[in-house]
């Protein structure tokens, strides 16, 4: 059942994008200024301790990357690009937009014909 709803999550996740770049964004921030303020109590000048707590992390965007690895569906948000990619082409070429619906209706029709005849 776990595995169910993790990967209902990750689906859902697909559709609120923003807002988890958002929330993601706002807790590699905060996990950045607390470790700052932990070296500055100890003792290290304010851009030693940014640096140190930058090398911690290991990359704030490589950090952020693993995590979009790990939390999406990598095969339905690649679908999900193309989709709206050719959505997008197809928009921006209505005479090529024509010809392949109309290509699509033949081809149908004509497959069609032969499965009702038998």
Not at 14 to 37: N, P, V, Y
Not at 68 to 90: K, N, S, T, Y
Request: aromatic share 8%; charged share 30%; proline share 3%.
């Amino acid at each position: 059942m776990r595995i169910i709803r993790a990967w209902l999550l990750r689906f859902g996740g697909l559709f609120r994008k923003e807002r988890r770049e958002r929330e993601l964004a706002a807790e590699m921030e905060s996990h950045l200024q607390m470790d700052i303020e932990d070296n500055l109590r100890a003792g290290m000048s304010s851009p030693e301790a940014r640096r140190q707590a930058l090398m911690k992390l290991g990359g704030i965007e490589q950090t952020k990357e693993i995590y979009r690895d790990r939390r999406g569906l990598p095969l339905f948000e690649i679908l999900w690009q193309d989709l709206r990619f050719g959505a997008r082409m197809l928009r921006k070429n209505p005479g090529f937009t024509a010809v392949v619906a109309l290509t699509v209706a033949l081809g149908c029709g004509r497959e069609c014909g032969h499965f009702l005849r038998g």
